[in-house]
């Protein structure tokens, strides 16, 4: 009954499908295509005397392709820990990551057409599709960072410890003009659940 009275989103969510997914699908999609556009605009001329082919496969063997390698994008994503909740404080840059997990699948699509025979991905944009895909999917989440700001306000954080961490760390995070609001302190983890929901804390700081 709560399930159900969920917005869509909010019941594809729990059931672990989230919105970024389906625009990370989009930007490998357009990543894969758009190479092979830049192959085809080549003229014939040209392609022959660089020894570029603009295409051997029917367009059904192209989309059946195009839907591995998807797929294989998504398990080098989704098991390297991509699509985990995150946190809204102390986050690593993201680019560093995706490019590490676009070559990682990049890699298993040149294992499967290596062992398949069909090379739907040329052996030259095995080089450029990770690089088109790690910007538009770190575009992505900058998008969705900021639309979670603005759907949520700025993170309200909890800030653990004693008296004197606490106000190190309020003073610290004042003096980075962080688009941080501190909504209270407790002096240990005991009893921190009740803290979090009295304050409405989004977020928690050990000191």
Do not use: W
Not at 174 to 195: E, L, N, T
């Amino acid at each position: 009954m709560v399930e159900s009275s969920l917005p869509l989103l909010g019941r594809l969510n729990s059931r672990g499908f989230r919105l970024l997914m389906a625009a990370d699908a989009a930007v490998i999609i357009v990543s894969l295509l758009l190479p092979m556009a830049v192959r085809f605009a080549i003229p014939e001329p040209v392609r022959d005397d660089l020894g570029i082919t603009a295409g051997v496969h029917s367009l059904p063997t192209y989309a059946a392709g195009y839907l591995v390698v998807l797929a294989l994008h998504f398990v080098s994503f989704y098991f390297s820990g991509l699509y985990e909740r995150e946190q809204r404080l102390g986050n690593r840059p993201v680019l560093p990551r995706i490019v590490s997990m676009a070559i990682g699948a990049m890699l298993l699509v040149a294992l499967y057409q290596l062992f398949t025979g069909v090379y739907i991905v040329p052996r030259a944009n095995l080089l450029v599709v990770p690089l088109l895909v790690s910007l538009g999917m770190a575009g992505n989440r900058r998008i969705s960072r900021e639309m979670r700001r603005r759907r949520e306000g700025p993170p309200r954080v909890l800030l653990v410890g004693d008296d004197r961490a606490v106000e190190l760390a309020t003073r610290h995070l004042r003096d980075a003009q962080a688009p941080v609001i501190v909504a209270g302190s407790c002096p240990s983890v005991y009893g921190i659940d009740k803290h979090v929901e009295a304050l409405h804390a989004t977020d928690v700081l050990l000191l």
